[in-house]
Structure formats: structure tokens, C-alpha cells
């Protein structure tokens, strides 16, 4: 059975940091593009970062430019998104998503979700 989890979220005060990690078990991520949403109570789920197949520069929303970094480990068949200097409107469920080949900026493009993992940004 092909699924993705992710994991590492949790409450973190701002200004801190965290790691979430998306791991595929019944498929290899090596063909496909994965992409971070996250989506906060009473909005819209919107894309955070992505990164292609062909392991191209990750894209980032200008939101988390800067500040967020995703990374892939093939050989883990792991997907990692590292969240620095976190806002309290950073606050939302993340979820990892995969689509065959190439992002998209739809989030209707990813057959493939998790269960998501809770973030929030409080002091």
C-alpha cells in the first residue's frame, strides 16, 4: 500500500525552528515531485515548497522564502522541509503531497497526500 507520513511537528515558540519529514513507504519518491502544503483553520490549503523528479532548486511560496528549506533523501526515500525563524502565521496543518515528474502550483495536481502534521507557532 502506497502512503506518505510526515512527522516532526509540534508547537515551537517564534523565532524557533523545526523539521518536518515526509516519508513514502510502498513507492519510490525517485520519479516524483513533492510538494509541502499546509493549510490554517478557515483557509484555503496553499503550497509552501515543492521540488521536481529531477531534483531541480526547490520552489518556495514568498511567504517562506528564506526562511524554509526542503531538501530530498532518495536513498531514504525521504522528503524533509526545515523551518527557520517561524512566524505565529506560520501556524497550520503540513501536509506532503506527490505527483508524478514535474510541480504544479494546483494543489488539485497531487494524487498523493498525507495525514498531515500540526504546527503551531505560539508563545
Known amino acids: 500500500q502506497s502512503q506518505l507520513v510526515e512527522s516532526g511537528g509540534g508547537l515551537v515558540q517564534p523565532g524557533g525552528s523545526l523539521r518536518l519529514s515526509c516519508a513514502a513507504s510502498g513507492f519510490s519518491l525517485d520519479y516524483y515531485a513533492i510538494g509541502w502544503f499546509r493549510q490554517a483553520p478557515g483557509k484555503e490549503r496553499e503550497g509552501v515548497s515543492c521540488?521536481?523528479?529531477?531534483?531541480?532548486?526547490?520552489y518556495y511560496a514568498d511567504s517562506v522564502k528564506g526562511r524554509f528549506t526542503m531538501s530530498r533523501d532518495n536513498a531514504k526515500n525521504t522528503v524533509y522541509l526545515q523551518m527557520n525563524s517561524l512566524k505565529p502565521k506560520d501556524t497550520a496543518v503540513y501536509y506532503c503531497?506527490?505527483?508524478?515528474?514535474?510541480?504544479?502550483?494546483?494543489?488539485?495536481?497531487?494524487?498523493?497526500w498525507g495525514q498531515g502534521t500540526q504546527v503551531t507557532v505560539s508563545s
Open positions: 521540488i521536481s523528479s529531477r531534483d531541480e532548486s526547490p
Open positions: 503531497a506527490a505527483r508524478m515528474g514535474y510541480c504544479s502550483n494546483y494543489v488539485s495536481a497531487f494524487g498523493s
